[in-house]
T-cell receptor, first 111, second 111 residues
Framework: EDQVTQSPEALRLQEGESSSLNCSYT??????LFWYRQDPGKGPEFLFT???AGEEKEKERLKATLTKKESFLHITAPKPEDSATYLC????????????FGTGTKLQVIP | NAGVTQTPKFRVLKTGQSMTLLCAQD?????MYWYRQDPGMGLRLIHY???????AKGEVPDGYNVSRLKKQNFLLGLESAAPSQTSVYFC??????????FGDGTRLSIL
């Protein structure tokens, strides 16, 4: 059974204080690992896809990395508008494009 | 380009009542999904569809039914609502190998 574990559950940062979110996973045949951002009252919004170990993707203050067992979302010099819940998900090689989600990390950035 | 649209956005039901949640996507995606999101439990798959006229059970299908009569629409039905079905429901769609696109959810309360 595919599993995704995210840590920490919640993170409070001062504006400008860099940190990382962790996503550990076990999956039968990884086809992709996704990071999403979810704002209150909204659906998850896609950020990154990583396909293989060693791959990195960047967007503004966010950088996602992938190893064979985990992924990190690095947040550099965060701003209050980066406050959201960040979800990690894995897509396995099954026939129906099965996606398994973690429970998310709730990030709060304080001015 | 609206992406994934869910209706209604909010609904309050009494125990035993029935209702249908509608999901519409305009991206010509073959795969569509219904999830529920509850605090501390992440997104859990209820039912999914790999194409028009096909549906299948996900992780938590009991008490729900679905239909996919048209490629762009995926309906989720509650035949006899129970308080345990109080949740936020998200619809998603995708094309194989790509990340899911989500709607903004339906917030359902059952009294």
């Amino acid at each position: 059974e595919d599993q995704v574990t995210q840590s920490p559950e919640a993170l409070r940062l001062q504006e400008g204080e860099s940190s990382s979110l962790n996503c550990s996973y076990t999956v039968s045949g990884l086809r992709g690992l996704f990071w999403y951002r979810q704002d209150p009252g909204k659906g998850p919004e896609f950020l990154f896809t990583l396909y293989s170990a060693g791959e990195e993707k960047e967007k503004e203050r966010l950088k996602a990395t992938l190893t064979k067992k985990e992924s990190f979302l690095h947040i550099t010099a965060p701003k209050p508008e980066d406050s959201a819940t960040y979800l990690c998900a894995v897509l396995n090689s099954g026939g129906y494009q099965k996606v398994t989600f973690g429970t998310g990390t709730k990030l709060q950035v304080i001015p | 380009n609206a992406g994934v649209t869910q209706t209604p956005k909010f609904r309050v039901l009494k125990t035993g009542q029935s209702m249908t949640l509608l999901c519409a996507q305009d991206m010509n995606h073959e795969y569509m999904y219904w999830y529920r999101q509850d605090p501390g439990m992440g997104l859990r798959l209820i039912h999914y569809s790999v194409g028009e006229g096909t549906t299948a059970k996900g992780e938590v299908p009991d008490g729900y039914n679905v239909s996919r009569l048209k490629k762009q629409n995926f309906l989720l039905g509650l035949e006899s609502a129970a308080p345990s079905q109080t949740s936020v429901y998200f619809c998603a769609s995708l094309t194989p190998g790509q990340p899911q696109h989500f709607g903004d959810g339906t917030r359902l309360s059952i009294l």
